[in-house]
């Protein structure tokens, strides 16, 4: 199992967590003039990292708020943790500070 | 090629089985090949072997970066089974079945196909409900699938518990008796044999690391690990790793990879003589032929390819299994592992041509592409030679994201299997 920072509460078992899916999705601002293709993109196409991913979070059984991690796929280790809107941090390397 | 048969086995076992050939040839990359298939699980392996006896096609390689059904083939639990609900499904997954039905007779190779048959235990009335019209939409299109009462069930299936005051009692079951199991390292080695046989090169320790396109895009071959090799057909075929090799080719998949458990117990004489699944509280088993009880557990929440999964999700499917059987409390589990499963939006695969002139993917097969080993590649072997889909994978294509005209089989591969 693995241990997540939650950006308000610290370090927590996975179990406490919801997984959301890739981050940084927005959602097109005037639907109506947004094509087929970017649909597409927003709705099912996922970059699927082989190496860092940043993804959403809610400590669901715990505070019960969303943010967001930058975790490396292969070894899944959390990277970084940060609230939303937050921008992505700027890192290259999977390895755990 | 050395065949298999009775006579064979009685001159070698006089012979001190000294006699017997390698299965197939380790032979070095040549520069160019007709056709290109990246990934020896069983269905690139199977699509090699198509191609050169169905088509005609036998200048072709397979290049795998480990072993040979080193990937989801040689982890999987093999439930093999057809009873999908929409059309298309049950098209492609009974065409598989029917394949299935003669595997071992046209590759010369004991498989171990076994149509031992595969039961779905309703606990809900959801579930019954559910079931029937499973049932009934199989019918209609030619899929065997009968609807068991919980003592129906109880006499097919002797071990089952069906007293009303079970946590999660049996209300009934769906039966597909054409369904079962195989050896899954037999079904990758009886391809690889096959194919070989017929000219195609395996080729393993073989990792693609990036794919070359001329300046109009189209494929003109890949890089790999042992020297660059031209082609101008290219089929990938790596499942949990697809999206990694597309974005070679600058394509972006509908696809997630997450990590897909099972575990096998220590060896018991023969109890379960089918294959058992309850989606309701997600836990599948069946015993293999070593006496292994062989169950499979469920994905975990997030994307990863780190080949493992998380101990409290195997706990929570022997959680599961225990309430179902109590009486295999007692039994130890000798080995879990994980696999890397490539999932769709809709849970069904895709096997088509891309945007990119020469490249062709199988994939999406998610955790339940084994059933589907023989006729994934059969059909993708077809979309290889003529450059377009067979019928029955047509509707199996990239497009269907964009026109929302999904198959969404969700329901019946709410269970990892
Ligand atoms: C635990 C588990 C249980 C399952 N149970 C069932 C079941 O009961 N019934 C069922 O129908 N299905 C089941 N499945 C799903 C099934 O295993 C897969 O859908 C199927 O085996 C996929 O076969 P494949 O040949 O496409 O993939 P694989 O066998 O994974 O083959 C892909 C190959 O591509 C290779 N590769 C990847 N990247 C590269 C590269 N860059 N260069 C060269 N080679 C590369 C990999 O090494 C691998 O060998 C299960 C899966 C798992 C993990
Ligand atoms: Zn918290």
Excluded at chain 2, 224 to 243: C, E, F, K, Q
Excluded at chain 2, 294 to 310: K, L
């Amino acid at each position: 199992m693995l241990l997540i920072t939650c950006p308000f509460c610290g370090q927590r078992p996975e179990i406490e967590f919801a997984y959301g899916g890739e981050a940084h999705i927005a959602r097109a601002a005037d639907p109506r003039a947004t094509s087929d293709e970017a649909w597409t993109e927003y709705l099912y196409v996922r970059g699927n990292a082989r190496g860092l991913h940043a993804e959403r979070w809610r400590h669901i059984r715990g505070c019960g708020r969303f943010f967001n991690a930058l975790r490396d796929t292969v070894t899944d280790h959390f990277v970084a943790t940060y609230k939303m809107g937050e921008a992505r941090p700027d890192r290259t390397e999977g390895k755990q500070p | 090629m050395q065949r298999f048969s009775a006579f064979a086995l009685i001159r070698q076992a006089l012979n001190g089985q000294k006699g017997w050939d390698r299965q197939w040839r380790d032979p070095e990359p040549k520069p160019a090949y007709d056709a290109i298939i990246v990934g020896g699980g069983a269905h690139g392996l199977g699509t090699a072997y198509y191609l050169a006896r169905e088509h005609g096609i036998r200048n072709v390689a397979v290049l795998e970066k480990g072993w040979i059904g080193g990937g989801n083939t040689g982890r999987n639990t093999t439930i093999i089974r057809s009873n999908y609900l929409f059309d298309e499904s049950a098209a492609l997954y009974d065409h598989a079945l029917k394949l299935w039905e003669r595997m071992s007779q046209d590759l010369n190779y004991n498989v171990m196909f076994s149509q031992r048959g595969v039961l779905m235990l309703a606990h809900n009335v959801h579930d019954e409900q559910v079931f029937k019209r499973h049932v009934h939409s199989n019918r209609l299109n030619g899929v065997d699938n009968e609807w068991l009462s919980a003592a129906e069930a109880k006499a097919f299936c002797p071990p089952l518990n069906i007293a009303p005051g079970m946590r999660y009692p049996v209300l009934g079951a769906a039966l597909q008796r054409r369904a079962g199991t195989a050896r899954h390292d037999a079904v990758a080695w009886g391809y690889a044999r096959a194919a070989d046989a017929l000219g195609v090169d395996i080729i393993q320790n073989c990792e693609v690391t990036g794919i070359d396109r001329d300046a109009a895009g189209k494929v003109t071959g890949v890089q790999t690990s042992r020297g660059a090799i031209r082609t101008n057909r290219l089929g990938i075929v790596a499942a949990g790793n697809t999206s990694v090799l597309m974005a070679m080719a600058g394509q972006r998949m509908p696809l997630e990879s997450y990590p897909l458990q099972a575990l096998v117990s220590e060896p018991v004489k023969p109890i379960v003589p089918c294959v058992i699944m309850s989606n309701t509280i997600h836990a599948y088993i069946s015993q293999s032929d070593k006496g292994e009880l062989v169950i499979g557990a469920g994905t975990d929440a997030y994307i990863s390819y780190s080949q493992r999964g998380a101990m409290h999700i195997s706990a929570h499917t022997l959680e599961a299994i225990c309430e179902l059987f109590p009486m295999f409390r007692r039994m130890r589990m000798l080995r879990n592992w994980g696999g890397i499963v490539d999932v769709t939006p809709d849970r069904s695969p895709i096997i088509a041509k891309t945007e990119v002139s020469g490249l062709y993917v199988n994939c999406g097969w998610g955790t339940g592409g084994f059933k589907a080993t023989p006729g994934s590649a059969h059909l993708f072997a077809w979309t290889l030679a003529k450059d377009e889909p067979h019928r029955i994978n047509a509707p199996f294509n990239l497009g269907r994201f964009q026109s929302g005209r999904l198959i969404d089989e969700a329901a019946a591969a709410a269970v990892a299997h």
